[in-house]
């Protein structure tokens, strides 16, 4: 009589079909679980040519564009623990606090991108994240990233300019119209890039021969201390004078012509 040994086949069959059935679970789960982490929200909001718009967030980027449009478009991409914000329009002024509806709550980032008038007046501030502005030809534009986080401002023509981070580079490429810039940071580059022809004072404080004029090296710029200080006046054109002032604790500031 023979007697066959058992078929331990089927056993291991199951075995695999038990952990593919697995996996697709974790796999369901992983997405399920990643569609749950964010939420994007559109809004959008009726504005005069010159309006003033204003955001404080808390952690997260924040991309400011010009076009075309009297409208602002505001999209949130929020991620969890999901932050609450209710946008507020008044006459000439749209304003979004993320720290004020937040307060006493541990929240996660939110990314914002947002669409402007090209003219108007644009305040940013964040404790966390990179802020990026772009072809606003306002009065004023200022970005301000109290902890760390780039900020990049291109293609500005604005009579006040003011750009401030704690930790990371700032990178400023647009006009001089005859106003006022400031440029701060305490750890990172800052980076100047306007027209050749441009006339201005400067002030500029920063490491030991940490400051790189290039083009704008002049004559009526006295060096202090090491050269960790320039003041003085740049004569390049028949424009208006502007008034720049940069402070850089650690980093470099340089100059660039175009």
């Not at 974790?26 to 679980?33: A, D, H, N, Q, Y």
């Amino acid at each position: 009589m023979n007697i066959r040994p058992p078929d331990t086949r089927y056993p291991t069959l199951k075995a695999r079909a038990v952990l593919s059935v697995s996996a697709l679970v974790v796999l369901l789960l992983s997405f399920s679980g990643a569609a749950l982490a964010q939420r994007t929200i559109t809004r959008k909001y009726p504005a005069q040519g010159n309006v003033r718009f204003e955001m404080k967030n808390i952690s997260g980027s924040i991309t400011i564009e010009a076009w075309g449009k009297n409208i602002i478009e505001v999209s949130a991409t929020v991620y969890s623990p999901a932050a609450q914000f209710t946008p507020e329009q008044t006459e000439g002024c749209v304003g979004i606090d993320v720290v004020r509806d937040n307060r006493g709550h541990m929240v996660g980032d939110i990314n914002f991108r947002v669409k402007v008038p090209a003219n108007s007046t644009v305040n940013i501030e964040t404790k966390r994240g990179n802020i990026s502005i772009n072809n606003i030809h306002g009065d004023m534009v200022r970005a301000h990233v109290s902890t760390s986080g780039d900020v990049e401002l291109t293609g500005l023509r604005a009579n006040q300019v003011i750009a401030e981070s704690g930790m990371g580079n700032i990178f400023y490429d647009g006009e001089l119209t005859g106003g006022t810039y400031t440029f701060k940071s305490l750890s990172g580059d800052i980076t100047i890039r306007i027209p050749a022809s441009s006339s201005f004072n400067l002030v500029a404080n920063g490491q030991a021969q940490s400051i790189d004029l290039n083009v704008f090296a002049s004559p009526g710029l006295s060096f202090v201390g090491d050269g960790r200080k320039v003041y003085g006046n740049v004569d390049r054109g028949s424009g208006p004078r502007s008034s720049l002032v940069i402070f850089n604790q650690r980093g470099r500031i340089s100059f660039l012509g175009r």
